[in-house]
């Protein structure tokens, strides 16, 4: 190779000072080394990306910024750059002054002298951990999405199954599973925007009540609490059954009827805590409606009093009689509520008397 000629003294020194001064400056980790892989450059940024400073890395074996297990990647860099090659960017991993690891992105070129002699190699650090960290999340997340939406599928089916059992006309059947479907959509809007982590309770029955209208009609009154993904879920399907019967047969097929619904938290029987929420309302039953004409026996049933307190561990009633609707849930704390980080701490115990 033939010999690098620079210009006179002064514009070469103004030439190195200005790349001196761009690779001071620079966000990514540059760092020099001669051919015994012992350190002869470090900037700034290298300073900051692996906590030593120039006096302590300069003079020392780049093998302290690397782990044991991948000392070989030196010996086949150093081979590298005596060809002449220059090592394309690759991700591995490297060791901080504080024994932190940390991943990063490396580049290395070989440095000349002034005859092209090859005597070291430049490297080009750039810290990823955050950027592996991040495809790290998205693929959690991507598990994570495929399995939830393989249990809507589960979900979805099931409703649909059930719904066909008891559809007394295809138009009905259809006007049924789009209802149902919808419900399903409202609570799962609501845990898109938690990220999965849960909802509030006011907010569950909010969005499952707003489709029925007579707000002055209904009462809500409990603590705040934040429900599991899956207690969202299935509190929905249970509160949007409600809503659809209270609306066509109960409280809200009028303008006087009035639907209460409370919460709460206390003792359980066999220790621990439990989650209870009582739905009830009341109404001008139609003239001649017994106890038993009011059992109307459908998928709602099936959600009330098997799916619902099933899949949250616990147990729950329906009572029925003329102008009058009762159902209470009874579920262990654990599988229904967002616990809070200190174990010992309550949800707030505060009444919220709200008009829905």
């Known amino acids: 190779m033939s010999k690098i000629e620079l210009p006179d003294n002064a514009a070469g020194r103004r030439a190195i000072a200005r790349l001196a001064a761009i690779v001071d400056s620079s966000y990514d980790a540059i760092i020099g080394k001669d051919l015994n892989s012992i350190i002869t450059d470090w900037n700034q940024a290298a300073e900051k990306l692996f906590g030593y400073t120039a006096d302590e890395a300069i003079g020392q074996s780049v093998l302290i910024l690397i782990p044991e297990g991948l000392h070989h990647e030196e ?3 150093i081979d590298r750059v005596r060809r002449g090659e220059r090592v394309a960017s690759y991700e591995t991993t490297r060791r901080r002054k504080d024994g932190t690891y940390l991943a990063v992105s490396l580049t290395i070129s070989p440095i000349r002298d002034e005859e092209g002699k090859i005597i070291g190699a430049s490297k080009i650090a750039r810290d990823i951990t955050l950027a592996k960290e991040n495809e790290r999340r998205i693929r959690m997340l ?7 939406v393989k249990n809507q599928f589960a979900v979805i ?9 008891r559809a007394a006309d295809p138009r009905e059947f259809e006007e049924q599973i789009r209802d149902r479907i919808m419900a399903l ?5 609501l845990l898109v925007s938690s990220e999965w982590v849960g909802a509030s309770l006011l907010d569950l029955l909010q969005e499952h009540l707003k489709p029925f209208g007579h707000d002055e009609q209904i009462s809500l009154s409990g603590p705040l609490v934040t429900l599991q993904a899956n207690a969202v879920q299935h509190l929905g399907m249970a ?9 066509k047969y109960g409280a809200l097929a009028t303008d006087v009827g009035r639907i209460t619904i409370n919460w709460q938290i206390v003792a359980a029987a066999e220790g621990g805590r439990e989650f209870q929420v009582v739905w009830e309302e009341s109404f001008s039953a139609p003239p001649g409606e017994d106890a038993e004409a009011s059992e109307r026996k459908g998928f709602g049933s099936v959600v009330l009093q098997r799916v619902t307190p099933q ?5 729950a009633a329906v009572e029925r009689s003329p102008g009058h609707v009762k159902w209470s849930l009874a579920a262990p704390v654990e599988s229904t509520l967002v616990l809070p980080l200190n174990e010992h701490s309550e949800p707030s115990p505060e009444a919220l008397p709200v008009s829905a």
């Open 75 to 77: 010996a086949e860099i």
């Open 142 to 148: 991507m598990r994570e999405v495929n399995h939830r």
């Open 157 to 165: 089916l099931s409703v649909v199954r059930e719904t066909s059992r």
């Open 185 to 189: 959509s409202r609570s799962h809007d």
């Open 239 to 247: 509160f949007h059954e409600l809503g659809t019967n209270s609306s």
């Open 311 to 315: 899949s949250l561990s616990g147990i």
